[in-house]
């Protein structure tokens, strides 16, 4: 069984800075793409970031240069700053990965999610 497990987030500034971290546990063979995703209310969730195993990188054009998302490939843990927050960045953050637990069989897997709240 395999679990997401976030941690980080609260209640900022406008402007101020926040760090989300997420960690993979269980059976795992390998771990893809890991990243994060929100969801305002009444808004569809919606990409923030992704990194692939090999260290590529997307961004959401909303939160480029203003977010960085890394990933330690050895403890299976991803992390997102979050620099210069505003208030349309208010949303539950979720953590994603994609997880091979049995070859070759890949599966999405998601964090429990985590607030982030930006008060201007």
């Known amino acids: 069984q395999v679990q997401l497990v976030e941690s980080g987030g609260g209640l900022v500034q406008a402007g101020g800075s926040l760090r989300l971290s997420c960690a993979a546990s269980?059976?795992?063979?390998?771990?893809?793409?890991m990243g994060w995703y929100r969801q305002a209310p009444g808004k569809q969730r919606e990409l923030v970031a992704t990194?692939?195993?090999?260290?590529?990188?997307n961004y959401a054009n909303s939160v480029k240069g203003r977010f960085t998302i890394s990933r330690d490939n050895a403890k299976n843990t991803v992390t997102l700053q979050m620099n210069s927050l505003k208030p349309e960045d208010t949303a539950a953050h979720y953590c994603?990965?994609?997880?091979?637990?049995?070859?070759?069989?890949?599966?999405?897997?998601w964090g429990q999610g985590t607030q982030v709240t930006v008060s201007s």
């Open positions: 269980g059976s795992i063979l390998s771990v893809n793409t």
């Open positions: 990194i692939t195993s090999g260290g590529t990188t």
């Open positions: 994603y990965a994609r997880i091979m637990v049995v070859v070759p069989i890949i599966r999405e897997y």
